[in-house]
């Protein structure tokens, strides 16, 4: 397959690759998962791969894959040792392999970029960079998977990448709020789709798009929307605990395929414990019903669940803690819940949900603690 055309800039021999965005590797979860989700995970829907150069030794659909890597010692399939991962072959005669992606949510603004080589020891990627574009539309997957398409644009340049480690870059576009009110800045910084460029040649474990997802919402604002959704742009900002399973997996669509898609936090030991966890709303609204969905927790649920809103000024967004009892207005009284079942709470049984009431963010607290698949909060902008 041929390789697609990049600006000559990105084909030139890097001799100094610039370490001042490099986001060191414990840090990483805490620079991106308290206002970012993966554009690319593979548990939004829509993402799909279009298109790539080569994965002769391990496919590219695992780049995406939101568990772990996992290692298979002494493993081997036809075309050699088993890699959780994607791998091209030896001596590229191309300068990079890559493969074309389109993301799980309308479009996105991206944040950083987090590359994971875990056990690609030897045959690891050693350099990646990252293009993207922004285009819609009928026709617009095959326009950015043709030969020669022009539309690419940097997101991440060239960046050395260590074997089985796993490192991320904060990027330039949306590292910063517009709030000029000029209309244009985040349409340039939208993207719909993006490149992996792998130099050479070689094996990277995990790929992770660390951004904003920018919504197409109703045209009328008073239909109904999950204004919790990760893909109308939904974040699980903080929680308690999540020992056993991600935050985020809450705000993700479907009901998923087990306990390891939800979010499960330790056995606790201490008198009259809860959990919780703080969603930031994809947009300011009021709320019309609540789902909690308890699927595939059958010995593990929660004793009862509750939920409060806030409303919270711009300002004030990044010192909300769930603990903070003075912030939260009661919307559902503790209710009791049982195992793998939805449960919907409507406006019979919400309180402080009238006309005139908004919320921008929603806390769920688990009694005592447990597992929780889905959080789901429907309502309408404001």
Not at 55 to 76: M, T
Not at 325 to 340: A, F, I, S
């Amino acid at each position: 397959m041929d390789v697609q055309s990049l600006p000559p800039e990105l084909t030139q021999p890097t001799t100094q690759l610039p370490p001042s965005d490099s986001v060191p590797t414990e840090a990483i979860n805490a620079t991106f998962g308290s206002d970012c989700i993966d554009l690319i995970s593979s548990a939004l829907p829509t993402t799909v791969i279009l298109s790539l150069s080569d994965e002769f030794f391990a496919p590219a659909s695992s780049l995406l894959s939101p568990r772990p890597p996992i290692s298979r010692p002494g493993v081997y399939i036809p075309s050699g040792a088993w890699y959780d991962g994607w791998e091209t072959r030896r001596h590229n005669p191309a300068p990079f392999d890559w493969v074309i992606i389109r993301l799980g949510v309308a479009s996105g603004i991206v944040k950083g970029v987090e590359i994971d080589t875990a056990f690609f020891d030897g045959n690891h990627a050693p350099v990646v960079s990252v293009q993207g574009c922004f285009e819609v539309g009928e026709g617009a997957d095959g326009k950015v998977n043709g030969e020669g398409y022009g539309g690419w644009k940097e997101v991440l340049g060239k960046r050395e990448c260590g074997a089985s480690r796993r490192q991320a870059w904060l990027v330039g576009v949306g590292d910063e709020e517009d709030n000029s009110g000029e209309v244009g800045k985040e349409e340039e910084e939208r993207v719909t789709h993006v490149r992996l460029c792998m130099w050479p040649d070689g094996g990277i474990a995990r790929f992770r798009l660390w951004g904003r997802a920018v919504p197409v919402f109703p045209a009328d604002a008073a239909e109904e929307l999950e204004l919790s959704a990760a893909v109308n742009g939904g974040v699980a900002v903080s929680c308690s605990d999540q020992h056993f399973g991600g935050r985020a997996n809450l705000l993700l669509p479907g009901r998923g395929v087990d306990m390891g898609d939800g979010w499960e936090t330790a056995r606790s030991r201490g008198a009259e414990h809860e959990d919780w966890v703080v969603v930031r709303l994809a947009a300011r609204g009021t709320v019309r019903r609540v789902v909690i969905d308890t699927a595939h927790f059958r010995g593990n649920y929660p004793q009862g669940v509750r939920v409060e809103g806030a409303d919270v000024k711009e300002e004030e967004k990044g010192v909300l803690n769930g603990a903070d009892e003075g912030r939260w207005v009661e919307v559902l009284g503790t209710r009791k819940v049982g195992p793998d079942e939805e449960f919907e709470f409507g406006e019979g049984e919400l309180r402080n949900i009238g006309a005139g009431t908004a919320y921008t963010h929603m806390k769920m607290t688990i009694v005592p603690d447990g597992g929780v698949k889905r959080f789901r909060v429907f309502g309408s902008r404001v």
